[in-house]
DNA sequence: GTAATAAGTCAAGACAATTGACTTAATAAG
DNA sequence: CTTATTAAGTCAATTGTCTTGACTTATTAC
């Protein structure tokens, strides 16, 4: 009678859809090439120059670019460039590991402005949930402290943390944070912080970062291989994080290495659980991180061991990613210690020929990224940046434009 | 003094992109619902009534929708259904493969109404480009026949080869069509036939046929592994093909299967070429295929023993494609006998475990999609439909209204 | 000093979605 | 059988946003 199943259909648009896309069409234009002049602007985006002027007008007026000295540059009039306002936005970054929680305050620029860490104890949710909300709060007190009307230009809470979410069989996996897997993050966070709430696995925030300031800044196409306590991949693909179907794409560390089926998943073998198991050291040690990047400055045995191993599973893995993903450029980042980065990607090279061997070529088919214990909380912050300001299919659409 | 080096910026939009966007909308409902009132469109996209009330009746006066007879379903005004008009567009679909070459002509629900086949001469192509455009201009003729205006209709011809593209070293490779490879093929078929043309790997067309018609149908998040001559992976992403940097994302069958970097690519194992290799058999023989599928069905131990073998390695590429995409579901399809993709399918079985394993799935991890030597002309078809009519962030901006 | 060039503004216009009142056509209820 | 209710769909005016073409301003080239 009444054929009741729901009707699926994607989303119109309005004017204000094509309104918000070539405002986030300019910040971003703005962001990939610095200053520009809204008759660049009007070549660049192919709008007009009166819309260009309009909708520099309005951004001038929210805070979010502001002019700069005019420039000759030949015949006509001399052009005024506008230029991104770091203040003009801020984030919260929040991230959420095994023994610790970082938190820092991003602009618009995805400058850290204040960051603060705290132990988590290993009661799981139930008592890092105070832990986490204050440390987010005292970052927030601090940002308030530093710049005016930061509150009101606070766009939004990025979370990040260790993936894979919500899958069935995961109980039995000593690497995964079960507890937190199934504690209702989001809601409370957004009880607790009265702030919209994202949340990205680990790997895909540090896509994120390196996107908004990092060798991905203004790519396409670009796959980050995130070394952490695990190992996963952030995937930006046609200018956007691809999540997946449940947010949980990119997981490469739960890759079989093999094709018979007995094999380990690549995070037992190349991560830093698999270092600091090899070590046979406690991963909850605080001075750990200094502890193996003096180590591998000095050329330790165990440690070069470690690194050999694992450069054949990420030159594997690197190899893979290419095939699959056919991006611009593989980014190697990773919460890891910077000198043992350096030497994991001495030892990867030289990389395995891949369907990324062209004629033409200009970047380099695989870059390091950022190795910084905060590039995790940064790329988290600039999650909710980037789904405010960057363009993005969604941002076009009716059921998105309620803000 | 000129700091000359280009912009980079997305395209901005305006009205046209707009309302491009939702009469790609309105299309893309009707071809997944089926017949929708207009009520019920704007329900669905979330625009009003009398926007939906005049695309609507400028696609009908476009050729594209139809009204169908009114429903009564309780209380109010009965509602008038309207639907897709199959003939309101037409594709011809070109398979270029190793041996020979398939055209087919296909309509806006994904009707093959044509189909026609050569043997491509081993000359390559300086001799079968004339053999390539004599069969895309019988199909086309053929297709003038049937339904009148079938050229007024026609948006554009789609061409699937296997992949990859452009890539450097593949000069060594005895499974690629180099010479096809290098070939301005666009170009050739452009030129020849005065339509828009496009290109895609087989694998890439087999999922936009999976799309349209097949198990992928109203998906946003599906991969079809596709074993053919070679193999390679489709990717629906976003509700789009993915294609990568160049084109070649997806192309697994040069993924390696073990770590070490000595071992073989994919497609060496699981793939016809590495069945007919093992069968000792002619790939050229015309009656292969029936071959193949008679032996398959009796029970052959020869190509059981292929079977077990590639079955192993098709599980590990699911489970990987699982990990690294995050898909809705996975299609298995292929250009393979029928009887033989299902006695893969039945080997396959049980999948490994995955993130892909989560509570409250609905759709099978793994299904069969088309295994239909036309799959591939069929989805090389679908893909000038889908640019055409298909919700897409690039058809709503300023630089891809020209048409 | 004048012409050429380029940046940017102004005011009117065009386009497409929105709004709110209205019409039409059915069922439910009394 | 009549009337109220509900839902589909239309009409006409309005709104929001980009576009157009003429104009102003500021600079360099000749």
Same mark, same amino acid.
């Given at each position: 009678m009444n054929d009741s199943r729901p009707i699926r259909a994607k989303s119109g648009t309005n004017h204000e859809g094509t309104s918000a896309h070539n405002r986030r069409v300019m910040i971003d234009a703005l962001r990939i090439n610095g200053a520009l002049s809204r008759a660049d602007l009007a070549r660049a985006t192919r709008l007009t120059k009166q819309t260009v002027s309009n909708i520099i007008e309005e951004l001038e007026r929210d805070g979010l670019v502001s002019s700069q000295e005019a420039v000759r540059k030949g015949r006509g009039q001399p052009s005024t460039p506008y230029g991104l306002v770091p203040e003009g936005a801020f984030a919260i970054g929040l991230q959420i590991d095994r023994h610790v929680t970082r938190a820092v305050a991003v602009d618009l620029v995805g400058s850290v402005l204040v960051r603060d860490e705290s132990g988590l104890p $290993?009661?799981? /949710?139930?008592?890092?949930t105070r832990v986490i909300l204050d440390l987010v709060a005292g970052v927030r007190s601090k940002l308030a402290g530093i710049v005016q009307q930061s509150e009101k230009r606070l766009v939004g809470l990025g979370a990040a943390m260790p993936g /894979?979410?919500?899958?069935?069989?995961?109980?039995?996996?000593?690497?995964?944070?079960e507890a937190w897997q199934k504690f209702p993050l989001l809601e409370t966070l957004s009880a607790g912080t009265g702030l919209d709430v994202g949340l990205q696995n680990d790997a895909a925030a540090a896509a994120t970062a390196e996107r908004m300031v990092g060798a991905?800044?203004?790519?396409?196409h670009a796959v980050c291989l995130f070394v952490g306590y695990g190992i996963g991949a952030g995937l930006i693909l046609n200018g956007d994080l691809y999540r997946g179907t449940n947010g949980?794409?990119?997981? *490469?560390?739960?890759?079989?290495?093999?094709?018979?089926?007995?094999s380990t998943p690549l995070e037992h073998r190349a991560s830093l659980a698999s270092l600091y198991q090899h070590l046979s050291v406690?991963?909850?040690? $605080?001075?750990l991180h200094a502890r193996i990047n003096d180590l591998a400055l000095k050329g330790d045995q165990s440690i070069h061991a470690w690194v050999e191993a694992a450069a054949v599973d990420l030159r594997w893995s690197i190899h893979l990613i290419e095939t699959l993903f056919d991006p611009q450029t593989v980014i190697l980042c990773g919460s890891a210690p910077e000198a043992l980065v350096s030497r994991l990607i001495a030892a990867i090279? $030289?990389? @395995?020929?891949? *369907?990324?061997?062209?004629?033409?070529?200009? @970047? $380099?088919?695989l870059q390091p990224g950022m190795a910084d214990p905060w590039s995790v909380a940064l790329g988290a912050a600039a999650g909710p940046i980037s789904r405010a300001f960057d363009p993005r299919?969604?941002? *076009?659409?009716k059921d998105s434009l309620q803000s």
């Open positions: $290993p009661g799981g /949710p139930s008592s890092g /894979p979410f919500g899958v069935a069989g995961s109980g039995d996996d000593p690497w995964m944070m991905a800044h203004g790519l396409d949980n794409a990119g997981e *490469i560390g739960m890759a079989l290495l093999f094709a018979d089926g007995k406690d991963p909850a040690d $605080p001075h090279g $030289p990389l @395995l020929p891949s *369907i990324a061997e062209r004629r033409g070529r200009t @970047l $380099p088919r299919f969604a941002a *076009i659409l």
